[in-house]
């Protein structure tokens, strides 16, 4: 690879690294209305100039999900959480789902994706929940008594 395009090359990642870094910054969230998890506006196609992901199905799926009712079941019927700041109670289940889907075996392998700018576009999300403290409360499974 010649200098120039080595350049060209790293000016590139340098935006991009700083972008999700941009889009991963804390903020002062409000209540929210809507889940965090939109992927209204995703189209696939074929181009020279593109951004690809690894699990590439993820954004058809979420719209199925959304299509099929299962996000607004969620919110509606699954109170896991006081206030909505600023995810809801689908944007924790499926983002664990979705982890599985996309071939994760581990929790925290979350964190890969909250760092991927292809998958959060995908999923049309701004941001992803992060297990940064550990697996939620609501999400321990008590020990079996004998």
């Not at 804390?26 to 809507?34: A, I, M």
């Not at 760092?115 to 999300?125: E, H, M, R």
Request: hydrophobic share 40%; aromatic share 6%.
């Amino acid at each position: 690879m010649s200098k120039i395009a080595a350049r060209k090359y790293n000016k590139i990642l340098r935006r991009k690294k700083r972008k999700i870094e941009k889009r991963l910054k804390r903020k002062q969230w409000g209540d929210q209305k809507h889940p965090m998890f939109t992927a209204k506006n995703i189209h696939y196609e074929i181009a020279a100039n593109s951004q690809a992901i690894a699990c590439g199905g993820i954004g058809v799926i979420h719209q199925m999900a959304i299509r099929s009712g299962l996000v607004k079941e969620i919110d509606e019927n699954l109170e896991l959480l006081k206030r909505h700041i600023p995810y809801h109670e689908s944007d924790h289940i499926l983002n664990i789902a979705y982890n599985v889907l996309s071939g994760n075996v581990r929790l925290e392998d979350i964190e890969l994706h909250r760092q991927d700018s292809g998958y959060l576009d995908a999923l049309g999300a701004e941001r992803m929940c992060a297990l940064k403290y550990g697996i939620p409360e609501w999400l321990k499974i008590p020990p079996l008594r004998a």
